[in-house]
C-alpha cells in the first residue's frame, strides 16, 4: 500500500516555530491533507509529545514521537520513536546536555509547552536550539541501541546538515536519509532518501511529504519500508 508520510515537523515548543503551530493543530491539518504517519520532531526537547499523541489519536494518524538533535558539530539528526515512553526519556536526556544559555524570546521566539486545546502549561527558559554537545556519531549510536529511527536532517542544506558542517557523510547504520533537492549530488551508500516538511507554520505542514511503499501502516512496517527504498516524491519536490 502506498503510504504518504512526513516525519519532520515542528510545534510552537521549537523557538522558531509558530507560536500557532500547536500539535492538535498540527495533527488537524496533517489529516485534512491525507498525511498517514505524521511526527513532531522539536529541536533538542519532547515537551509536546503527550498533547502531540492525543491530538493523533484523535485523528486517526500514526503518530512517531522524536526530536531533531543539535549534535556538537551543529549536525541536525532527527531521532524517532515508535513509544512516547522511550522518546520523552531521550528527550531529557537531551536537553539535560544543552549549555544553560537561557532563551530570549524577543530573539529566537517562545518556548512554548501547551495541551491538547492549545493552552499554555509552560515555558521552556533554557534554549532549546543550542548545541546538545553529544557528537554526531554518539546520537547515531545512543539513538538507534533506543530502538529509534535515525534519520540525518535536510542533508543537503546549507547551514545545519552534515554535508554543510562535516564536508561529507559518514557511513553508519541511518534509518534513512533526509534531503531538500532530490536526487542528492553526494555518497549515500544506497540509503532510503525522504523529504520532510520541516514544518515551523501551519501552511508549510505537508509540503514536503512524500511516500512509502508498506504492508501496513505499523512501525515495523516502516522500518522495512526504509530499507526497502520504494519512496516516492511530491511532484514540486524533485529537481533536475
Do not use: W
Request: aromatic share 6%.
Amino acid at each position: 500500500m502506498r503510504v504518504k508520510l512526513d516525519l519532520h515537523n515542528h510545534s510552537c515548543l521549537s523557538p522558531c516555530g509558530d507560536d500557532e503551530l500547536t500539535p492538535a493543530l498540527l495533527a488537524v491539518e496533517a489529516m485534512e491533507q491525507g498525511i498517514q504517519i505524521l511526527a513532531l520532531c522539536d529541536h533538542n526537547s519532547t515537551r509536546n509529545l503527550p498533547a502531540f499523541k492525543e491530538a493523533c489519536e484523535l485523528c486517526s494518524l500514526m503518530g512517531l514521537y522524536g526530536m531533531e538533535v543539535s549534535t556538537a558539530e551543529d549536525v541536525h539528526i532527527l531521532t524517532i520513536f515508535e513509544n512516547i515512553e522511550d522518546a520523552m526519556q531521550f528527550g531529557a536526556f537531551i536537553e539535560y546536555l544543552l549549555p544553560p544559555i537561557k532563551n530570549n524570546p524577543r530573539l529566537f521566539g517562545n518556548q512554548l509547552v501547551v495541551n491538547l486545546e492549545g493552552e499554555v502549561c509552560e515555558t521552556v527558559e533554557k534554549l532549546l536550539i543550542s548545541s546538545s554537545g553529544i557528537s554526531f556519531s554518539d546520537v547515531v549510536e545512543e539513538a538507534l541501541s533506543r530502538d529509534a529511527l535515525v534519520i540525518p536532517a535536510h542533508i543537503d542544506r546549507s547551514a545545519n546538515s552534515v554535508l554543510s558542517n562535516l564536508g561529507f557523510l559518514p557511513d553508519l547504520p541511518y534509518s534513512a536519509l533526509e534531503a531538500v533537492r532530490i536526487p542528492v549530488s553526494a555518497e549515500t551508500y544506497g540509503k532510503t532518501i525522504l523529504t520532510g516538511s520541516d514544518a515551523h507554520h501551519l501552511l508549510q505542514v505537508g509540503k514536503r511529504a512524500c511516500f512509502l511503499e508498506m504492508e501496513d501502516i505499523s512501525f515495523k512496517a516502516l522500518k522495512k519500508a526504509l530499507m526497502e527504498g520504494n519512496v516516492s516524491y511530491m511532484e514540486k519536490t524533485a529537481s533536475s
